[in-house]
């Protein structure tokens, strides 16, 4: 089955750069995304990675693929109070595209 | 603002009743996913319908149905409505095909009394 795991809970400081790992189990996944959600608010996509890529970077955003591991992280730079959120890992497998597997989210909290 | 929108924002049903759960989708976009989050979890995919046909469906009951119309707004009923049916509804829209983009909306949130 499909098994998107991530760590609860991250602290950083303003200024500092915050790392958000993430595992997933399913080796025909297609496409790997970040997702931010804020407090009673939706989804929303900060960036998506296709499966045969190792890296892409976005402005603040670094995101790294290690296919042999199934290990996905999310690197933001200079991380501001306005990063404070729950980040979601997702997958999307081959049979179809626009269906999303999720991790259950890390929290950032980002203190001053 | 991705152009999604759901309705009704929040509501309170009772056990026992049944629900129905709005979503218009982006224009442009022919495929409408429903997810259902409970507190402190991931979205967990319900299904998906595609050109107003269901185009695969999660791991939920069949008291959990859904329309598309044919201007690709969507509906999710729920029937008999139990308390862990309680939950931040949240519907995607996006276009099928590869390397497109999903866009939520922000959500419906269920509370099963």
């Known amino acids: 089955g499909e098994d998107v795991e991530q760590s609860l809970f991250l602290s950083v400081r303003e200024g500092d750069s915050s790392v958000i790992n993430c595992t997933y189990t399913?080796?025909?996944?297609?496409?790997l995304y970040w997702y931010k959600q804020e407090p009673g608010a939706g989804l929303q996509l900060l960036t998506y990675?296709?499966?045969?890529?190792d890296m892409k970077q976005d402005q603040r955003l670094t995101v790294l693929l290690n296919k042999k591991d199934k290990h996905l992280s999310l690197r933001i730079a200079d991380t501001q109070t306005g990063d404070s959120a729950i980040y979601f890992c997702?997958?999307?497998?081959?049979?179809?595209?626009?269906?999303?597997?999720f991790g259950s989210g890390t929290k950032l909290n980002v203190k001053p | 603002e991705t152009g999604v929108t759901q309705s009704p924002t929040h509501l309170i049903k009772t056990r026992g009743q049944q629900v129905t759960l709005r979503c218009s989708s982006q224009s442009g976009h022919n495929t409408v996913s429903w997810y259902q989050q409970a507190l402190g979890q991931g979205p967990q995919f319900i299904f998906q319908y595609y050109r107003e046909e269901e185009n695969g469906r999660g791991n939920f009951p069949p008291r959990f149905s859904g329309l598309q119309f044919p201007n690709y707004s969507s509906e999710l009923n729920v029937n008999a409505l139990e308390l862990d049916d309680s939950a931040l509804y949240l519907c995607?829209?996006?276009?099928?095909?590869?390397?497109?983009?999903?866009?939520f909306g922000q959500g419906t949130r269920l509370t099963v009394v």
């Open positions: 990675i296709f499966s045969n890529m």
């Open positions: 399913d080796s025909s996944s297609t496409y």
């Open positions: 997702a997958e999307s497998i081959e049979d179809n595209f626009n269906k999303f597997y």
């Open positions: 995607a829209s996006s276009a099928q095909g590869m390397n497109t983009e999903a866009f």
